[in-house]
Each structure stands twice: as C-alpha cells, then as structure tokens.
C-alpha cells in the first residue's frame, strides 16, 4: 500500500523563519506534488516532480521551493514564511502524472 | 476536526439511501477524472476514476459518470452508510498534468 510520510504534521512558526516540511514515499513513483487547502477555495497544486531533478511549478508557487535530490523525498521549502501561508498542506504521490494521487496526512502550518 | 469544509455545500442524505455527488469540471479538453474522499483530520483518499474516452465506471458501492457535453461528472454511492460522511472532490487533469480539484461536497449521512 503507498504510504506517503509527511512531517510535522502540526508546525507554528514566526514571519521570516525558514523552514522545510519533508515528504517521503515507500512506492518508488515518479510523481510528487504538493498542495495548500484553504477554507473556499478548495486544494491548489504548489510544485510538482515527474522524476528526480525534476519539478516544475503549479499553480500558486510563489513563497516556495522544492527539491527532488532523489526518488523518494520532495521537500517543500519556505523561505520566509509569511502569515498568507498559513495552510493545511499535502504532499501527493502518483505512479506517473496520469494516475491517481496517495495523499499524506497533511501539515498544519501556522505562520504568526 | 480541520476547517475546510467551512463553506462547502452540503448533502444530508438517509443511512441506506443512494447519494449523487455532482461536480462541474472546467476544461473540455480534460481527459482523466478523479474522484477523492477526505475526511476528517486525513488527506484525500482515492475512491475512483474515469478516463475520458468512457461514460460511465463502476466500483464496490459507487459509479462515477461522464457526460463531456456538459462538463459534468456524478459520484453515486450506493446504500450509503455512516462511514462515508465525508467530504468529496472531483479533480480532472489533461495529458497528466496538474490536477485541478473541484471545491467540494460535504456529504452527511443521517441514521
């Protein structure tokens, strides 16, 4: 069964600190993403990976980096984070862009 | 419990009775759908999915159908019971890219 590790799965944290949430994957798929989930307006897709040194960005990227140094992790990185990133977050896994999406438990992300 | 579903629409159904889920999808040329629960405290969950060459697929209590002239996708689930309370997306993606989701539905069972 894919297994889609994310930590922490509760962060609060200051304007301006950087911080990282890390994903991980027990499938060995190509595809990782990562979403935000807001109140109204649903899950909107942050970066994707379709393999290792590759990501390209969804559609609301701004404030975040990704990295795909191998297979099975796909952090995402906030370099200074800022209140409007307050969010729930998920790291999504797929065998290939066109198959469905294993979610993690998501990141509950508090930016003061 | 998390706060997304604070203004999603709602469908209270009967325990025991069919539910339909509809979801209006934005690209014609959309070519793969999914259909995702989430519930409380969890990211979404897989429950089905169709390519856009079929109409209609079928699952263990649910079928998803496609009607492409209209853009729109239905989740029915059959002899709906207490655990499916949840929240239900729709997502649609065109040649593996980027999965849009829809804005959800939040289903309540009543016993």
């Known amino acids: 069964e894919a297994q889609v590790t994310q930590n922490p799965r509760y962060l609060i944290t200051v304007t301006g600190k950087k911080l990282t949430v890390t994903c991980s994957q027990n499938m060995n798929h190509e595809y990782m993403s990562w979403y935000r989930q807001d109140p109204g307006l649903g899950l909107r897709q942050i970066y994707y990976?379709?393999?290792?040194?590759?990501?390209d960005k969804g559609d609301v990227p701004e404030g975040y980096k990704v990295s795909r140094k191998e297979k099975r992790n796909f952090p995402l990185i906030l370099e200074s984070p800022s209140p409007n990133q307050t969010s729930l977050y998920f790291c999504?896994?797929?065998?290939?862009?066109?198959?469905?999406?294993?979610f993690g438990n998501g990141t509950r992300l508090t930016v003061t | 419990g998390e706060s997304v579903g604070l203004h999603l629409p709602t469908l209270s159904v009967q325990e025991g009775d069919n539910s339909i889920i509809n979801c209006a999808y934005s690209?014609?040329?959309?070519?793969?759908f999914i259909w995702y629960k989430q519930e409380s405290g969890k990211g979404p969950q897989f429950i089905i999915d169709i390519r856009s060459n079929m109409d209609k697929r079928q699952g263990q209590r649910v079928t998803v159908l496609l009607n492409k002239t209209v853009k729109h996708l239905s989740l029915q689930i059959a002899a709906t019971q207490p655990g499916d309370s949840a929240v239900y997306f729709c997502?649609?993606?065109?040649?593996?890219?980027?999965?849009?989701f829809g804005p959800g539905t939040r289903l309540s069972v009543l016993p």
């Open positions: 690209n014609s040329a959309s070519d793969y």
């Open positions: 999504a896994i797929g065998r290939d862009g066109n198959s469905p999406l294993h």
């Open positions: 997502a649609e993606s065109l040649y593996g890219q980027n999965f849009v």
């Open positions: 990976s379709m393999n290792v040194e590759v990501t």
